[in-house]
């Protein structure tokens, strides 16, 4: 099936300090998804991103796919407590677009 | 509109117990996926259905098992309980699947099963 790597596994900023996540992938990838888990919470989702160079922002938040539609990243500008969570990444591959997460990235905030 | 409902939300089994869990999807959605989250392994895909039709399988035994009612209701059941199968399990609803494989998941609060 599809797979996926992301990183960091871990990431600890300070409040106010930007954050950035990476996925990427062997194969070129049709679309990416991110979802953010909440600690305690479930995985909810953020964006999907379809097109070649595609980015989108909401907010502080500033989604990318790449050129070649094999990476993708999630920055953050000024974390806030709020941001706290695992952020993944997901897409769909095989014959019946299965969707595959990254193993996430952890994101603490120190106030 | 009401989200996605997973029950039972906490259970304790004993190894070589089986359960059962339960997802009802967002209404009109027709595909549920179920997924296992461990702290290790992150979340794994356990299987998809749609239409009463399981249309993915992930790489878990055969003691994993699943089924979706005419109701898009879905139920999960793990057989012969082992502590290893201690974890979140998520169920995920979307409308269905699309060519182009961009539907998105609405995800349950999850069900968390201990195994002692």
């Known amino acids: 099936g599809q797979q996926v790597m992301q990183i960091p596994q871990y990431q600890h900023v300070q409040e106010g300090e930007d954050f950035t996540t990476y996925c990427n992938s062997s194969?070129?990838?049709?679309?990416i998804q991110w979802y953010k888990q909440r600690p305690g919470g479930h995985p909810v989702f953020l964006i999907q991103?379809?097109?070649?160079?595609e980015v989108k922002k909401q907010k502080r938040l500033t989604f990318q796919f790449g050129e070649a539609k094999k990476n993708s990243s999630l920055h953050i500008t000024a974390t806030q407590t709020t941001d706290v969570g695992t952020y993944f990444c997901?897409?769909?591959?095989?014959?019946?677009?299965?969707?595959?997460f990254g193993k996430g990235t952890l994101l603490t905030v120190n106030p | 509109k009401a989200g996605v409902t997973q029950t039972p939300r906490y259970l304790i089994k004993t190894r070589g117990q089986q359960v059962t869990l339960s997802c009802s999807p967002i209404?009109?959605?027709?595909?549920v996926s179920w997924y296992q989250q461990t702290p290790g392994q992150g979340l794994q895909f356990l299987f998809e259905?749609?239409?009463?039709?399981?249309?993915n399988k992930g790489n878990f035994p055969g003691r994993f098992s699943g089924r979706q009612f005419s109701n898009s209701r879905s139920e999960m059941n793990v057989s012969t309980l082992e502590l290893g199968d201690s974890a979140l399990y998520l169920c995920?609803?979307?409308?269905?699947?699309?060519?182009?494989?961009?539907?998105?998941?609405?995800f349950g609060a999850g069900s968390r099963l201990t195994v002692l």
């Open positions: 995920a609803s979307s409308l269905g699947p699309r060519a182009d494989g961009a539907n998105v998941l609405t």
């Open positions: 991103l379809v097109k070649s160079g």
């Open positions: 194969t070129t990838l049709s679309n």
């Open positions: 997901a897409v769909r591959g095989g014959s019946n677009y299965k969707l595959t």
């Open positions: 209404s009109g959605h027709r595909s």
């Open positions: 259905y749609f239409s009463e039709t399981q249309r």
